[in-house]
């Protein structure tokens, strides 16, 4: 069956540091693949997906790219801000629902 | 819009107890679904329903009952609670649940089983 497997956190990282959470999968069939990102206190919303193999999907200064070759789809930002501090969470799409892997928690020190 | 909304937030049942946990939604989805997010397991699906009238059991569905009567609503009835059902629990809809479609999650209720 649909799995997948995320990066260990928590991660802590300094304002204006490169971030990369990996995340690699395993699935039947061509799914499409997603970042969801959950702020303290909040509910899951989508940051990021992309729906075919080379398809890169970007929001708010993070970039994940679907490689269908390695089964990842590694988030990477360049530059975090306090404001990126959350929990991570990989998905990928099956029918009627979602796989998630564990999530990823990140903090940013100013 | 509203989006997604649960209530209650907060809930503490003591063992044996039941209680139902309410979701709505006002985009005219008619996919919705249930999650239960357990520290290091990431979320998993407990029931989903893909229209008023069907519902359909997922990865971890026992101690739990759905209905879905009209497309907003879509309530998770917990029929005698138990210690392993505390968790934080996240509805969501999507136009058709389909693969390629964002699905929507409310911000969920915390529940705490004694």
């Known amino acids: 069956g649909n799995s997948v497997t995320q990066m260990e956190g928590p991660v802590t990282l300094s304002e204006e540091a490169f971030l990369t959470i990996n995340c690699t999968y395993t699935?039947?069939?061509?799914?499409?693949l997603f970042w969801y990102v959950q702020y303290p206190g909040e509910g899951l919303q989508l940051l990021l997906k992309a729906t075919k193999a080379d398809d890169k999907g970007s929001n708010k200064g993070f970039e994940a790219t679907y490689r269908k070759e390695t089964t990842s789809f590694h988030l990477e930002k360049g530059s975090v801000q306090v404001s990126d501090s959350a929990v991570y969470f990989c998905?990928?799409?099956?029918?009627?629902?979602?796989?998630f892997g564990a999530g990823t928690t990140v903090t940013v020190r100013a | 819009n509203a989006g997604v909304t649960q209530t209650p937030k907060f809930q503490v049942l003591k063992t044996g107890q039941s209680m139902t946990l309410q979701c709505a939604q006002d985009m005219n989805h008619e996919y919705m679904s249930w999650y239960r997010q357990d520290p290091g397991m990431g979320l998993r699906l407990i029931h989903y329903?893909?229209?008023?009238?069907?519902?359909d059991q997922g990865e971890v569905p026992n101690g739990y009952n759905v209905s879905r009567s009209t497309t907003e609503d879509f309530p998770l009835r917990l029929l005698s609670a138990a210690p392993s059902q505390t968790s934080v629990y996240f509805c969501a809809s999507g136009n058709s649940g389909g693969q390629q479609e964002t699905q929507y999650f409310g911000p969920g209720t915390r529940l705490l089983v004694l």
């Open positions: 699935a039947t069939g061509y799914p499409s």
């Open positions: 998905a990928l799409s099956g029918k009627y629902k979602l796989s």
């Open positions: 329903s893909v229209g008023a009238g069907i519902t």
